[in-house]
């Protein structure tokens, strides 16, 4: 069972940037696809991106070109880089496998973007 910690979210001004960090427990972290997801007030959850045990990556459309996701499996850690930040970015952001564990989400972190 992987459990996952979410951090580095905050409040941000339009058009800046956040990194958030997820660290997963678990011995077989590095076996799985990971990935981002965000749930904005009122909204179903929607995954943000993913990447594969090797590497590769893959965006929502909205988030091609402004996020960039990455891994650590040394670590046990992933990454959401968030440049350009918009309003819509607002939402609270989770990490977690791909297909997801429904077991495995953890509180998230609030990213809010507003000037």
């Known amino acids: 069972q992987v459990q996952f910690v979410e951090s580095g979210g905050g409040l941000v001004q339009p058009g800046g940037s956040l990194t958030l960090s997820c660290t997963a427990s678990g011995s077989i972290f590095s076996i799985y696809t990971m990935g981002w997801y965000r749930q904005a007030p009122g909204k179903q959850r929607e995954r943000v991106a993913i990447i594969t045990r090797g590497g590769s990556t893959n965006y929502a459309d909205s988030m091609k070109g402004r996020f960039t996701i990455s891994r650590d499996n040394a670590k046990n850690m992933v990454y959401l880089q968030m440049n350009s930040l918009k309003p819509d970015d607002t939402a609270v952001y989770y990490c977690?496998?791909?297909?997801?564990?429904?077991?495995?989400w953890g509180q998230g972190t609030q990213v809010t973007v507003s000037s």
């Open positions: 977690n496998t791909s297909p997801v564990n429904l077991l495995g």
